[in-house]
């Protein structure tokens, strides 16, 4: 069977670079009868489809005689021309055996462990406000001692973010030390 398509695509090929004078209707029923004869003949062709517009009919031998090139430049312009979007199209064979393997094996997933924490401090004890501030002020270089205050003063306030367990854990441990409640985020 392949080599009956590429016996006639050979032949089709070269017998419209010969034609190419001719016009579209009348070289893509030459070329249509070349290929029907370099395709086996113990199996006859099926009739061909007519329409009874006309407008249709030469619309069909138009793009029948076009290349393979042309067909796909043809397509390209039509899509883009009626705003077709290309869908994806769903797989028929493989997909279902796929599922029911999934389904036999049990679905334990663990949860991807959290590497990157947010230390955020929630309240203090309120004796231990001036440790707690002058702990900020020192945490954040660029923060002055009123900053700090206000700081401290509107909790809850990330800290630190993006620090890993081990740091993350010190400085929980620093500010329950001098009375503050922190969480891990």
């Known amino acids: 069977m392949a080599?009956?398509?590429?016996?006639?695509?050979?032949?089709?090929?070269?017998?419209?670079?010969?034609?190419?004078?001719?016009?579209?209707?009348?070289?893509?029923?030459?070329?249509?009868?070349?290929?029907?004869?370099?395709?086996?003949?113990s199996t006859p062709p099926p009739p061909p489809a007519v329409s009874a517009d006309p407008k249709l009919n030469k619309i069909v031998d138009d793009i029948s005689g076009?290349?393979?090139?042309?067909?796909?430049?043809?397509?390209?312009?039509?899509?883009?021309?009626?705003?077709?979007?290309?869908?994806?199209?769903?797989a028929a064979g493989p997909?279902?055996?796929?599922?029911?393997?999934?389904?036999?094996?049990?679905?334990?997933e663990k949860p991807k462990e959290k590497t990157q924490f947010s230390v955020k401090l929630e309240s203090f004890e309120a004796s231990a406000k001036p440790k707690v501030i002058k702990e900020v002020k020192a945490l954040v270089p660029n923060l002055t001692l009123i900053e700090a205050k206000k700081f401290v003063e509107s909790l809850p306030q990330i800290l630190k973010a993006d620090l890993n367990k081990e740091d993350a854990e010190k400085l929980k441990k620093t500010f329950e030390a001098i009375g503050g409640i922190v969480v891990l985020e």
Do not use: G, H, Y
């Open 3 to 41: 080599t009956r398509c590429s016996a006639a695509l050979r032949t089709v090929s070269r017998l419209s670079s010969a034609s190419r004078s001719r016009t579209f209707s009348s070289s893509s029923r030459w070329l249509s009868a070349a290929a029907a004869e370099a395709t086996s003949s």
């Open 66 to 90: 076009l290349t393979l090139l042309q067909a796909a430049d043809l397509v390209t312009l039509l899509k883009s021309r009626l705003n077709i979007q290309e869908i994806a199209m769903p």
């Open 95 to 108: 997909a279902p055996v796929a599922a029911a393997a999934a389904d036999d094996a049990p679905a334990e």
